[in-house]
């Protein structure tokens, strides 16, 4: 089982619609977990990251369930610049106390007029 | 302030050949991770240094190797390349090893081509 799975999409939406990513993790002491936005032959960039009580950030909104090990984005009013790759991403606890990051295989979005 | 850059932005290699990667780390930050990225996949972890030492290491054959420098700039090296070694390199560096609630900032990576 991938340590973070991810559905790989693509989800091909029209502007202004609403579209939900999900990912599970299999670590269940994992500490923090975000959402990372990749375009295309780019480097990924922090979206946002994603707590327990759900936060939200403008359009966007995540959502983490540690009892289902189970992560989501939703976006709303989706737009023509929301198109990208979406990165879900864990920090399991590291054996030696250092910190990594472990990245799901990520969701695409396409956004068409 | 200063962020991660990396060099060289693209690289093309033979099979067999070796590679050295580089990475700076954004002003203040004394570890440095290494990721690679296949295509069609999300980053893996290769290895992290920390004050010049490798403090953690992803599930990467020895051929995969590094430096960290007393500036805390560090260097990534693969040895015998291989065709599956074609990947996006990223590095990001952090404070203390610290993980917090920005999570890593990446270089915009080397793109490794082999041939």
């Known amino acids: 089982r991938k340590e973070v799975e991810q559905d790989p999409g693509p989800f091909n939406v029209p502007e202004g619609a609403t579209v939900a990513f999900n990912c599970t993790y299999s670590n269940s002491a994992s500490q923090s977990f975000f959402w990372y936005r990749q375009d295309c032959r780019k480097e990924p960039k922090l979206l946002m990251s994603v707590y327990s009580s759900g936060n939200e950030d403008g359009r966007f909104t995540a959502q983490l369930n540690r009892a289902s090990q189970y992560i989501s984005l939703l976006i709303r009013d989706s737009k023509l610049s929301d198109s990208a790759t979406y990165l879900c991403?864990?920090?399991?606890?590291?054996?030696?106390?250092?910190?990594?990051?472990?990245f799901g295989a990520g969701t695409r979005l396409a956004v068409h007029p | 302030e200063t962020g991660v850059t990396q060099s060289p932005t693209h690289l093309i290699k033979t099979r067999g050949q070796q590679v050295t990667l580089r990475c700076s780390s954004q002003s203040g930050h004394n570890t440095v991770s290494w990721y690679q990225q296949a295509l069609g996949q999300g980053p893996q972890f290769i290895f992290q240094?920390?004050?010049?030492?490798?403090?953690g290491r992803g599930n990467f054959p020895p051929r995969f190797s590094g430096l960290q420098f007393p500036n805390y700039s560090s260097e990534l090296n693969v040895n015998a390349l291989e065709l599956d070694d074609s990947a996006l390199y990223l590095c990001?560096?952090?404070?203390?090893?610290?993980?917090?609630?920005?999570?890593?900032?990446f270089g915009s990576g080397t793109r490794l081509t082999v041939v």
């Open positions: 991403v864990v920090n399991p606890p590291g054996a030696g106390g250092y910190n990594k990051l472990i």
């Open positions: 990001a560096s952090s404070l203390n090893n610290a993980l917090d609630n920005y999570g890593y900032t």
């Open positions: 240094y920390y004050r010049e030492e490798e403090n």
